[in-house]
C-alpha cells in the first residue's frame, strides 16, 4: 500500500521558517517526479514547488520562489519543503503528491500537514 505521510506543520509567526518532511513508503519513488501543494479555506488547491523525476530540476510557484526550498533523499524515500520568511497567506494544509515513473499526474497523495502563519 503507497503512502505518504506529512509532518513538520504547526504555528509560526510571520517571517518565521518551517520545514516540512514527505515520507514514501509502500513503493519507490526513484523515478517519479514529487511536489508539494496546498491549500488555504475556501480556496481550491494550488501548486507550490515540484521536483522532477531526475531530482534535477526544482519549479516554484511564483509566490514562494526564493522563500521556500524543496529536496528529496536519494530514492525519494523523503520529500522536504523548507519553507523560509513564512507570511500568513502562507497558511494553508500543504500536500505532498508523487507521480508514477517517468511523471505525469499526480496519482499518489499524502493526507495533509496545517501550517498556520500568525502575523
Known amino acids: 500500500q503507497v503512502q505518504l505521510i506529512e509532518s513538520g506543520g504547526g504555528l509560526v509567526q510571520a517571517g518565521g521558517s518551517l520545514r516540512l518532511s514527505c515520507a514514501a513508503s509502500g513503493r519507490t519513488f526513484t523515478n517519479s517526479a514529487m511536489a508539494w501543494f496546498r491549500q488555504a479555506p475556501g480556496k481550491e488547491r494550488e501548486f507550490v514547488a515540484d521536483?522532477?523525476?531526475?531530482?534535477?530540476?526544482?519549479v516554484y510557484t511564483a509566490s514562494v520562489k526564493d522563500r521556500f526550498t524543496i529536496s528529496a533523499e536519494k530514492g525519494k524515500s523523503t520529500l522536504y519543503l523548507q519553507m523560509n520568511n513564512l507570511k500568513p497567506e502562507d497558511t494553508a494544509v500543504y500536500y505532498c503528491a508523487a507521480t508514477r515513473d517517468g511523471g505525469g499526474t499526480y496519482e499518489f497523495w499524502g493526507q495533509g500537514t496545517q501550517v498556520t502563519v500568525s502575523s
Open positions: 521536483i522532477s523525476w531526475s531530482g534535477q530540476v526544482a
